[in-house]
């Protein structure tokens, strides 16, 4: 520390003694005084005295008052508090977002550009890994700037109406959900390239030419991702500073909503691509699998469990382990002898279902009394399908899955979620190289694990596990069951 700079800590209280400099103020704590980043402090407004008693205190401080330097009230020459804090707010949002965009032009022109003359280091494949889409989140936010700068009142910042400009913008920022889905894969291309010299003097040539600070190329690559994190922290401290009164008020309220809605998005995207995997493992442990692969319409498991199942023309029940994923649900058989290997039975489209929760009773289109029970049928009616679970509350349960099921695919509709074929293809394979052929297929615990700690907004943690996922029972150990399962003559 500077000789007359102010040492506090998390918590201390500081009396404001000059704030002219908008970003080192002079305080006093107790019997030291000295400067301190105005950056590092919230200004505490006394929450019993309304505005209109603030305003008047300070008109009567500037007129006569000799202690009129008590920047309890005042933070700047003539602007009440919340206004000049309301401004400082204001030219941090412009500075960062004027610092990101040469942030990003560096990137761009300092290493894409030179990475793209060197064919023989690097394939046009390995560019797009390492730096996404980084290059078009350069042009939206160049555009983005002019915006927030064309609303920007120089003379007085407090008075700027830049909300707008984040509502005008706020489905464009969700270019950054694909950046931040590649960013790992990115980290993981790079740390490849590093452990070869001439990667890493290429790219410190390309930080040295650019006359970038210090850092390596994967800190830089990190900033977008940071980036569309903080701007809901923005928001909400332009909000807390913003008198209801302003021309601004309502923007900056809807698109701190909005920007959190953004990040939330992202958030939700990364969690489903990473889910992917997991679901590619589960159809490869499935034995007999038919058909084309889950994740050709799918990418979320909604809920699983075991059902006694009724089909037409069947007559007899059949016991099932049901797994509902979005736009369809997949139905397994447990082997007799080994109840951690399932066989593939079939499959309902549920864009073409509907669910119909039956009455305890007589049944009239399958001619039976059902207990528990609802009902899977087409309007055309050429499939129906009785489901029938062994206690109310599990009926119950599945009713309120269906629902998830339909709301899922409404949203993804909605924010235009899609899998690409790249990512479908890329999980299965990884899938499939796990279990080498000759090698038992049987779901291992961990992934059983995981689709247990799934966190689905409507899965009840009370609800016992048995009832959720009963794929993977602990095998039999002892030596008379291990031998029937070697020499068994049969399969099912």
Not at 149 to 164: A, D
Not at 211 to 221: E, N, P
Not at 324 to 338: A, G, N
Not at 429 to 435: E, R
Request: charged fraction near 30%; charge should be positive.
């Amino acid at each position: 520390m500077d000789i007359q700079e102010l040492g506090f800590k998390a918590g201390d209280a500081i009396e404001v003694i000059d704030a002219t400099n908008k970003e080192w103020w002079w305080g006093r704590i107790m019997d030291s005084e000295g400067w301190f980043p105005a950056s590092f402090v919230r200004l505490r407004v006394n929450q019993d005295e309304p505005m209109e008693q603030l305003s008047t205190h300070l008109e009567e401080s500037q007129c006569g008052d000799e202690d009129g330097t008590d920047l309890g009230l005042l933070l700047g020459p003539g602007l009440p508090c919340k206004e000049q804090m309301r401004a400082n707010v204001i030219n941090e949002i412009m500075t960062t977002e004027r610092d990101y965009i040469t942030h990003l032009k560096d990137i761009c022109e300092g290493y894409i550009k030179q990475c793209r003359k060197r064919t023989d280091m690097f394939t046009e494949e390995q560019i797009r890994t390492i730096y996404g889409n980084i290059e078009e989140i350069y042009r939206f936010q160049k555009k983005f700037l002019k915006g927030l700068e064309k609303e920007f009142n120089k003379g007085q910042p407090h008075l700027s109406e830049i909300g707008c400009c984040f509502l005008e913008h706020q489905t464009d920022f969700q270019i950054y959900s694909e950046y931040c889905n590649n960013h790992p894969n990115a980290c993981v291309q790079l740390s490849k390239l590093m452990k070869v010299n001439k990667y890493v003097y290429f790219f410190e040539a390309c930080r040295l030419l650019q006359k970038m600070i210090d850092i390596s190329l994967d800190g830089f690559l990190l900033t977008p991702v940071q980036k569309i994190c903080k701007y809901p922290l923005q928001l909400a401290e332009l909000l807390k500073y913003t008198n209801p009164q302003h021309r601004d008020y309502k923007d900056v309220e809807a698109a701190l909503k909005a920007m959190k809605n953004v990040a939330r998005m992202i958030n939700e995207r990364k969690r489903r691509l990473e889910n992917i995997d997991k679901i590619a493992q589960w159809q490869s442990s499935i034995e007999d699998w038919e058909g084309e692969d889950v994740l050709v319409r799918s990418s979320e498991l909604i809920f699983s469990g075991e059902i006694s199942k009724l089909s037409q023309p069947q007559t007899k029940s059949q016991q099932r382990m049901f797994f509902l994923f979005d736009h369809q649900m997949v139905y397994c058989k447990k082997d007799l002898l080994r109840r951690d290997i399932l066989y593939y039975k079939g499959r309902m489209n549920m864009d073409v279902m509907e669910v119909t929760d039956l009455e305890d009773g007589k049944e009239k289109d399958f001619n039976i009394t059902v207990k528990n029970a609802l009902k899977l049928w087409t309007r055309s009616g050429n499939e129906v399908h009785l489901l029938c679970t062994k206690k109310p509350e599990q009926k119950q349960r599945w009713l309120r899955a269906f629902a998830d099921e339909r709301k899922q695919v409404h949203n993804d509709r909605e924010t235009g979620f899609s899998l690409t074929e790249v990512q479908k293809k890329q999980a299965m394979l990884n899938a499939f190289k796990s279990h080498p052929a000759g090698k038992s297929k049987a779901v291992t615990r961990p992934y059983c694990d995981f689709l247990l700690r799934q966190k689905h907004p409507s899965l009840p943690t009370a609800l016992p596990q048995q009832q959720v996922f009963m794929l993977a029972e602990p095998k039999r150990k002892t030596t008379f069951w291990h031998n029937i399962g070697r020499l068994t003559p049969f399969k099912k």
